[in-house]
Every structure is written in C-alpha cells, then in structure tokens.
Nanobody, 126 residues
Framework: QSQFVESGGGLVQPGGSLRLACVAP????????IGWFRQAPGKEREGLSCIRMRTGWTTYAHSVEGRFTLSLGKARDTVYLQMNNLKPDDTGRYYC???????????????????WGKGALVTVST
C-alpha cells in the first residue's frame, strides 16, 4: 500500500497563503495521476486540482482556480499546492491522492483515487 504524506497545513488569516507538500517515499510518481482534495467540516470530500505526471497536464476546480497552484519539486518527487488569498470557506483537511496513469488527462474524482494520505489540516480564521 503506497503511503502519501501531506505537510504544510496550519492556521492562517483570511487573505493569507499556505503551501502544502505531498510526498510518497520510494514511489516513482511518474506513473501516476496525483490530485489534491479537501474535506470541509460537514461536507463531502471534493477535488481541487490534479496533475498527470507523464505530461504535466494540470487542471483546477472552479472554486480554487486563480488562487491555488499545483507544482512539482525539482526532483519531481514532491507535489505542492500553493494556496493564495485563502478564505474561511477553504478551511478543511487537505489530502493528496493518486491513481495509476490512465493515459488520458488526470482525475479529480474521489472515488477513482487509489492511494490516499492522512491529510493536513488548514484553518482560515481571524
């Protein structure tokens, strides 16, 4: 069972920024589609962004487009989510997840993801 680990969560004021990181030690990420997901209190888990590692193709949910940016570390072994202009509605537990490459684009479908981290808590509040 592949283990993904998220880091970088915390408490931030509205309008602030955080950068989350996702690593999977020992796993070659090139064979996967990797996504960032969020579960807000009392709500279902939702997809925010994903990347198809083989091509770098990336997409975003409308709720975060223009504010969040998915990027890769130099060694392509870390997937970052830069979050700017954070809002109280962005509060939640953030997860990275992966599925094997489908040779198409990438997926933000929660039910399609095979490997999950335990999540990082982000709280946006004054």
């Amino acid at each position: 069972q592949s283990q993904f680990v998220e880091s970088g969560g915390g408490l931030v004021q509205p309008g602030g920024s955080l950068r989350l990181a996702c690593v999977a030690p020992g796993l070659n990420l090139e064979h996967y589609e990797i996504g960032w997901f969020r579960q807000a209190p009392g709500k279902e888990r939702e997809g925010l962004s994903c990347i198809r590692m083989r091509t770098g193709w990336t997409t975003y949910a409308h709720s975060v487009e223009g504010r969040f940016t998915l990027s890769l570390g130099k060694a392509r072994d870390t997937v970052y989510l830069q979050m700017n202009n954070l809002k109280p509605d962005d509060t939640g537990r953030y997860y990275c997840a992966a599925k094997e490459d489908s040779f198409y684009l990438c997926s933000m479908d929660v039910s399609a993801m095979k490997y999950w981290g335990k999540g990082a808590l982000v709280t946006v509040s004054t």
